[in-house]
């Protein structure tokens, strides 16, 4: 799954949302019959989840764990062996991945640096009580529900150095033709472009809900106080938004981290491995070395790198109550 | 209490209910479900393709053979980029769900070695099927370890390409070496027209380096597997390589197959080096604004005159239930009588000298002469048959773009490249 | 005075950088399409043709003569209707679970669970799926393809429909339950009728997550099961010199998308967002 922009994880910014995993019954005196009642329904009710969860979520990762201390790859006409932690020495513990995670923090970062402040300013324009928002919101959110493959071949066509609309607007407004996908600055940027041009209005959705939430009260005082509109959204509405801000950063952190689809179609990880990010070089490692077990120490790696993010979860989520 | 119990009862059912739903509606239009067929008499074969011009004239072909012999062919077809892990996967569980195979020549060394394949040394003496009709490079593509594997489905060589009209206007000939397409590429770049282009792009550049690095008389790696790309002969080569990208439309560097002949076609360039498959889009007027003007020559001599040659090859598995069938199939669509049907059903052409010099051929194709591959002197390399081709592939496309992007000099990157190389060849099984 | 001129001027301006900014994300939906019902010559030309161009359905046509595109496409609706009914049927019970008890036992494992799967690059899962789906002999089949896009999205459906639950107030339930009813029962009846708005919505945005998943398909898949986003990728490397077909391609899968935005768009955000927001 590749959503780079959850479409739906509005629903994640509520204050009532515990452990982002939604609201819970208010604490009332109950019959501990009822809520014991309660308990049992909601094992069963968890049930089909694990069912489906446990074959598909879960063996895998132990399943890869297993793979990766073997040789198994599929050019080899003998049985795999036991190898220890061979795969991690010479496909993990190396410069390739160190680069590969590099690039893929780069683009986390610029991504985020681009993309919060933009969407976030979409978003105050859009809450602004100016009639005829609705169209304009309408109109911004359709990019992040697109089909990212499909988006990020067009921007291939839009990006081409001699026939692209990209470059031909360029050199109207008289600013230097870049060659988009074959230098590695100009590929990083066109990354972030068509990542942006998806999580942009997904962010500005997010944080859009965030303020219409928020109460008037305060910012009416503000403004009774004669603060200037600046003053009130930077130390009035910005505070109150912050819980929603974090949620919303940490969720383009994790999309961030996930990032395929769009670099596969636009750059295939080029020029060279400028932009070949993890996921990438754990799918070349998979599928065009077809060395299996090589790719799930990869994956094993990754899985731990993802760990900590439960952590930060619980923490923005609680940040948010 | 029975009533928590109809809950669960009720969730199980709609999760597995509609893992059933879903399974009732697709099991039956999987391509591998004939593996019934008896052995002596079988009544179908399936076919693994990968989608390509030549597997939709295979398909053209298939009811003609259905028509002769009563056998039914079902084709299955996977996209390039996981095509061959999929095949492979296939064959090395001894699924038996194929009994014919279409891959890259690249593949050819992983696929025998994994010992995927049958070899089909003794069924193509047949008199239908002619090997001598072949050149001996092409007799030899397809081979590993001194054992065919592959037919030749389909003869891409490189090729030069280039535009009468703006050759003539510079009073230039078509080129014959690779001083004189820099010399045609320096006198037409200038304005809107281009010089030359050639593949730089990543997941493929590499490919036009080593047919410079062949031309130069340098090889990729010696007997031993010993990498030798940064000897002087590849130096030079690159450094051509290198210099030649400034005559190219800016884009290049990303750059490869299809972006290539596309460029080639829609805007105003020159010279173009580039495999003889695509001449049926080049060609094709609807296609291609250039296909009146395009004329096509041998790829340039350096201090060698080497050639590099690429195709499909096709072959029978080694689970095949049926490869008898199979290379009837084989037989009938590739050999002698029915390599020209191929070309004209689409088919990128098959270098038989049957077609490479049939009169008629040659006044509608007139690029079928580049061929043959039996120029004296020709020196026809395929792509490196190696087991870790694809890694070496990845690995010589990233260090070229290094240099090329202007990271590293060519000397140091091709030092870089060379050890990267010395370890994924290290990984070369022997002998 | 003073104060209406700059708030008229703010005005302007809010409406300026709202019409840049959807120019912007609306361009290159526009050029998908208006590429896609270009002839060659008038694709590839520069300066580019914005408007003036002449109308052509060739690229369509040539996507529907080729029998492979209708499967395609129809793999592609049957995949997405399927996942989706499962991903959600599954996900409203365990979202329900969650709004509804506190704590119970396996609990605090099915959320560290769905966060990190939520969180896990795709890849991470795919290349031991794969192994694993060879070995069973599962590939290439649309119900692996189903279940295992539901499981990627299970994480999602949850998380926007425990608030929906968790808004039900419990004393409609607790007053069916006095009255003997099921928990079954009480699920069906009571429950699912007022979070069926917020089920339908989280359906939508589950199915468009579904009808754009791509990694899943081009690896676990085969030809049998392609769906769009996996033929789309395919034009990559086709040796085909026209981007009219790629673009015909992708313009079919992303005007649907664009059409069931505008669509339902204001009741599945208005519903999302208050649903949501609603203490």
Redesign the interface.
């Known amino acids: 799954?590749?959503?780079p922009a959850?479409?739906?994880?509005?629903?994640?910014?509520?204050?009532?949302?515990s452990?982002?995993?939604?609201?819970?019954?208010?604490?009332?005196a109950r019959t501990s019959s009822?809520?014991r009642?309660?308990?049992?329904?909601?094992?069963?009710?968890?049930?089909?989840?694990?069912?489906?969860?446990i074959p598909?979520?879960?063996?895998?990762?132990v399943?890869?764990l297993w793979?990766s201390v073997r040789d198994?790859n599929?050019?080899?006409?003998l049985p795999a062996t036991y190898v220890g932690l061979e795969n991690y020495r010479t496909d993990v513990f190396n410069a390739t991945f160190g680069k590969a995670l590099i690039v893929t923090l780069v683009i986390m970062a610029i991504g985020l640096l681009v993309q919060v402040p933009l969407g976030l300013?979409?978003a105050v324009?859009?809450n602004?009580a100016?009639r005829?928002?609705?169209l304009?919101?309408?109109?911004?959110?359709?990019?992040m529900?697109?089909?990212?493959?499909?988006?990020a071949?067009?921007?291939r066509?839009?990006f081409?150095?001699?026939?692209g609309?990209i470059n031909?607007a360029l050199s109207?407004l008289h600013l230097p033709?870049l060659?988009?996908?074959?230098?590695?600055g100009p590929?990083l940027l066109a990354v972030v472009i068509v990542d942006s041009?998806q999580a942009v209005?997904f962010i500005m959705?997010l944080l859009?809900?965030g303020l219409?939430?928020l109460p008037q009260g305060p910012k009416e005082a503000a403004s009774v106080d004669g603060a200037s509109?600046w003053q009130s959204f930077r130390y009035v509405t910005l505070p109150m938004l912050t819980p929603v801000l974090l949620v919303t950063i940490m969720i383009r952190l994790?999309d961030g981290?996930?990032l395929?689809?769009i670099i596969?179609?636009l750059?295939?990880?080029?020029?060279?491995?400028?932009t070949q990010t993890?996921?990438m070089l754990?799918?070349?490692t998979?599928?065009?070395?077809?060395a299996?077990s090589r790719?799930?120490a990869i994956?094993?790696v990754?899985?731990i790198l993802?760990?900590p993010?439960?952590f930060v979860?619980i923490r923005v989520t609680r940040i948010e109550q | 209490m029975r009533r928590t119990r109809s809950f669960v009862v009720v969730a199980g059912l709609m999760a597995i209910g509609m893992v059933a739903a879903g399974c009732s509606s697709s099991t039956s239009n999987d391509a591998s479900g004939s593996k019934s067929a008896s052995a002596n008499k079988p009544s179908e074969i399936n076919v693994f393709t990968i989608p390509s011009p030549s597997a939709d004239a295979l398909k053209k072909m298939a009811p003609l053979f259905t028509a002769k012999t009563g056998i039914k062919v079902n084709f299955s077809s996977t996209e390039y980029g996981t095509a061959h892990q999929k095949a492979l996967l296939s064959i090395k569980s001894k699924q038996g769900a194929f009994d014919v195979v279409q891959f890259d020549n690249t593949f050819l060394p992983a696929f025998a070695y994994a010992g995927a394949l049958a070899p089909l040394d003794d069924y193509q003496k047949s008199d239908a099927y002619d090997l001598n009709d072949f050149s001996p490079a092409l007799q030899k593509y397809g081979t590993y370890g001194g054992k065919t594997y592959g037919l030749v489905l389909s003869t891409e060589p490189f090729i030069t390409w280039y535009r009468k009209s703006i050759l003539a206007k510079a009073n230039l000939k078509a080129p014959t070496t690779w001083d004189e397409y820099q010399a045609v590429a320096k006198a037409t770049n200038s304005g809107n027209t281009h010089g030359q282009i050639i593949g730089y792009g990543t997941g493929g550049g590499d490919w036009w380096w080593m047919q410079l690095v062949w031309s130069w008389g340098g090889q990729l790696y010696d007997k031993d597997f010993k990498p030798l790309v940064n000897s002087p002969e590849a130096v030079a080569a690159t450094q051509y390589y290198k210099d030649l990208l400034p005559l190219a439309p800016s884009g290049a560097l990303s750059f490869t197959g299809d972006d290539v002949t596309i460029q080639y076609a829609s805007t105003q360039i020159a010279q173009m080096i580039q495999y003889s498959g695509y001449a049926s889009g080049v060609f094709d007027p609807a296609k291609s604004p250039v296909a009146g003007d395009t004329a096509v020559a041998a790829v340039p001599a350096g201090k060698v005159n080497a050639v590099e040659l690429a195709g499909w090859n096709i072959g029978i598995p080694s689970d095949a239930p049926n490869p008898d069938a199979g290379w009837q199939f084989l037989e009938f669509a590739l050999g002698k009588e029915n390599a020209k049907k191929m070309l004209e059903f689409g088919a990128a052409a098959i270098g038989r000298k049957s077609v490479t010099t049939d009169p008629a051929m040659l006044a509608k194709y007139p690029y079928l002469s580049l061929l043959g591959l039996d120029t004296p002197g020709l020196v026809v390399y395929p792509y490196p048959q190696l087991v870790t081709w694809p890694e070496f592939d990845k690995a010589c496309s990233d260090g070229l773009a290094d240099i090329l992007t202007g990271k590293v000099s060519v000397q140091d990157g091709l030092n870089a490249l060379n050890d990267k190389l010395t370890l994924i060849l290290a990984k070369e099984p022997k002998g | 005075m003073k104060r209406s001129r700059s708030r008229l001027f703010t005005d302007i301006a809010t409406y300026f950088i709202l019409a840049v900014a959807t120019l912007f994300a609306l361009f290159p939906v526009y050029w998908t399409i208006a590429t896609s019902l270009k002839t060659r010559p008038d694709a590839f030309v520069n300066p580019p043709k914005f408007f003036s161009f002449d109308l052509t359905w060739e690229n369509y046509t040539a996507l529907f003569e080729d029998p492979t595109f209708v499967r395609v496409y129809i793999n592609t609706i049957v995949v997405t209707l399927f996942s989706t009914l499962l991903a959600v049927g599954v996900g409203a019970m365990a979202s329900y679970s969650l709004a509804r008890s506190r704590r119970f036992a396996g609990r605090r494992p099915l959320e560290v669970s769905l966060i990190l799967l939520r969180a896990m690059p795709a890849v991470v899962l795919i290349v031991p799926l794969y192994d694993m789906a060879a070995r069973f002999g599962l590939l290439g089949r649309l119900p692996t393809l189903i279940v295992i896009y539901s499981v990627f999205a299970l994480p999602f459906a949850i998380w926007i429909m425990t608030p929906f639950f968790a808004a039900i107030p419990m004393e409609l339930e607790e007053s069916a339950r006095v009255d003997g009813a099921s928990s079954f029962t009480i699920f069906r009846r009571i429950v699912l009728p007022i979070a069926a708005p917020g089920m339908a919505a989280t359906a939508i945005f589950v199915a468009l997550l579904e009808w754009n998943e791509f990694l899943v398909p081009v690896v676990l898949g085969s030809e049998s099961t392609k769906t769009l986003p996996v033929f789309i990728s395919g034009f990559i490397s086709a040796r085909n010199l026209d981007w009219g077909p790629m673009a015909a391609a992708s313009s079919l899968a992303i005007i649907p998308i664009v059409v069931v935005t505008i669509l339902v768009q204001r009741r599945l955000i208005g519903g999302l967002s208050s649903g949501a927001l609603k203490e």
């Open positions: 799954m590749n959503p959850a479409p739906g994880d509005v629903a994640l910014e509520p204050r009532e949302a452990l982002g995993l939604g609201g819970l019954p208010p604490m009332k009822i809520t009642r309660a308990k049992r329904t909601a094992i069963f009710g968890t049930l089909p989840t694990w069912l489906i969860l598909i979520g879960a063996v895998p990762l399943v890869g793979l198994e599929l050019v080899s006409p300013f979409l324009l859009l602004r100016v005829g928002t609705q304009f919101r309408s109109a911004l959110i359709t990019p529900l697109l089909t990212p493959v499909a988006v071949l067009m921007f066509f839009m081409n150095s001699e026939l609309v031909w109207s033709r060659d988009w996908l074959g230098e590695s590929a041009w209005p959705l859009l809900a219409t939430a509109a994790i981290f996930k395929f689809d596969f179609i750059t295939r990880g080029g020029p060279g491995t400028d993890v996921s754990d799918y070349n998979a599928f065009t070395f077809l299996t790719a799930a994956g094993t990754l899985a993802t760990l993010v439960y979860w």
